[in-house]
């Protein structure tokens, strides 16, 4: 079956995942997120390009951050924006998406922003639109379940790019609670499409995903070894909940193996830059010192993806099917 | 039949005499990628009075966006001066319809309210479907309109015209 977020000419269409999206699609967003970068840095920060299209933020799970990112790319782009937030109640799910979809559809949405707390609700719905001939309505999925989160994943990407300015010499060594990260398994995908040749997984072993040998990433459990001569720090926030199982001792106990301080980054390449998707814990993952710090890129992130969800909008509601 | 071009070179120098004179000597430059850009630069150098050269993609502002889609490898628009109070001169290549230039005119103004804007063309092909006139002219043609006139430049800087075949309608 075709890659239901790419056209019949193999354009992007809807934005699921970043699995299986060929490396010159990864390539054409980057580099299309370039010119709107300078668009933030004008007086005035808007472009026509979306003039009179409705952009719907549909968010079963709450996210106050990237819903706001999505927003402020979608209003630069001149497009109306409509925020719902939909409690994730265990009843709303299935058919009655779909409904919901439907509905919206019936009002002229032509871009559905979607976040939910089910992996795979994004593909559901671009399947739905697909298969009942709506092709000019799409979606971009905001993140679902423990699945995906590929436009924090294209951001995490632009942002190596523009300061490292090639992938195919770097070191990444992402480091946290990847089992439980969307973003995680996202830039991982994302990082060998574009051929970045050592990726790296630095965790405890009880916060390592058990199919992480397929993705081609080398696991470390000593941080210390882990980051030692990487180009690009990646923290993963560590989710207060899952100190409540029994994954993890304590906070303090985390943070001294797996804590980002000065003394740890000093392992890394003296030119190695520290991202981190947000909201930070401090003391948790991340030293102070070391978010504030001259290495950390974690601001620089936020602006990128504005930028980023930018092209990934203007790319998807200018393909084949919205076409007159 | 190929319609007779003439050459970039000499249409180049045609412009800058045309422009010495009227254009003004704190003008600064705007060239629209990727044609306009080039010339732009050479007529700031040939001119000699220290224009500013700022570049504009105005794939943002296309009226073609719902037909054509977003234009691949967008280049970043650079205005490094104040575009408000200044005099700007637009500069491109070939001058068609008219529609390139109306969006570079909006685009413009989102970095602020110029004092005027006039245009200089390498080539006015004629076809206009705005009422927009250029200032300053290289060259005026008479081109089937199953044509394209496509600017080069080479590695040494020369620029050359040629008419490509419209790939569609």
Request: hydrophobic share 45%; charged share 20%.
């Amino acid at each position: 079956m075709r890659n239901p977020q790419l056209d019949a000419q193999g354009g992007l269409t809807h934005l699921l995942t970043l699995e299986g999206l060929p490396a010159a699609v990864i390539t054409q967003i980057l580099d299309t997120a370039v010119p709107f970068v300078s668009i933030g840095e004008r007086e005035v920060k808007k472009v026509p390009l979306l003039r009179g299209k409705a952009v719907f933020n549909l968010f079963f799970e709450n996210s106050t951050r990237t819903r706001t990112t999505f927003e402020i790319a979608a209003k630069r782009l001149s497009a109306d924006v409509i925020n719902l937030n939909i409690g994730a109640s265990s009843t709303s799910k299935g058919e009655t998406v779909l409904d919901t979809i439907d509905n919206l559809t019936a009002m002229d949405a032509d871009i559905f922003v979607v976040r939910h707390s089910e992996s795979g609700a994004p593909h559901l719905i671009a399947a739905h639109l697909n298969a009942t001939g709506r092709r000019h309505v799409h979606v971009v999925n905001a993140g679902d379940g423990r699945h995906q989160h590929p436009t924090q994943g294209l951001l995490d990407l632009f942002t190596i790019r523009h300061y490292k300015r090639d992938f195919r010499n770097l070191s990444v060594a992402i480091v946290g609670d990847v089992l439980h990260s969307r973003v995680a398994r996202s830039l991982i995908q994302g990082l060998a499409t574009v051929g970045t040749p050592d990726i790296r997984v630095v965790a405890p072993k009880t916060l390592v995903p058990a199919e992480v040998g397929s993705l081609g990433v080398r696991v470390f459990n000593d941080m210390r070894a882990g980051i030692g001569g990487c180009d690009v720090v990646v923290m993963l926030r560590l989710q207060s909940e899952r100190m409540r199982g029994a994954l993890l001792p304590s906070v303090g106990e985390y943070f001294k193996h797996y804590g980002l301080t000065p003394e740890k980054l000093a392992l890394a390449k003296p030119d190695a830059i520290v991202m981190h998707p947000g909201p930070m814990n401090r003391g948790v993952e991340i030293d102070s010192a070391v978010a504030d710090g001259d290495r950390s890129v974690i601001l620089p992130q936020v602006t990128f993806g504005i930028a980023v969800r930018m092209a990934v909008m203007s790319i998807i509601a200018g393909s084949q099917g919205s076409r007159a | 039949m190929p319609p007779m071009l003439p050459d970039a070179e000499a249409t180049l120098g045609a412009l800058a005499d045309r422009m010495r004179g009227g254009v003004a000597p704190d003008a600064a430059f705007v060239g629209i990628y990727s044609g306009g850009a080039w010339i732009a630069e050479r007529l700031a150098s040939m001119l000699g009075h220290g224009h500013r050269v700022g570049y504009l993609d105005v794939s943002f502002y296309r009226d073609d966006y719902e037909r054509a889609g977003l234009k691949a490898n967008a280049k970043r628009s650079a205005l490094d001066f104040d575009v408000a109070g200044s005099t700007i001169v637009l500069i491109d290549d070939v001058l068609y319809t008219g529609r390139s230039v109306r969006a570079a005119i909006n685009e413009l103004f989102d970095y602020g309210r110029p004092a005027a804007v006039e245009l200089a063309v390498l080539i006015d092909r004629g076809g206009r479907e705005l009422p927009i006139e250029a200032t300053y002219v290289g060259a005026r043609l008479a081109v089937a309109r199953n044509l394209d006139i496509v600017l080069a430049r080479d590695e040494g800087g020369r620029l050359s015209l040629a008419a490509e075949s419209r790939a569609t309608g």
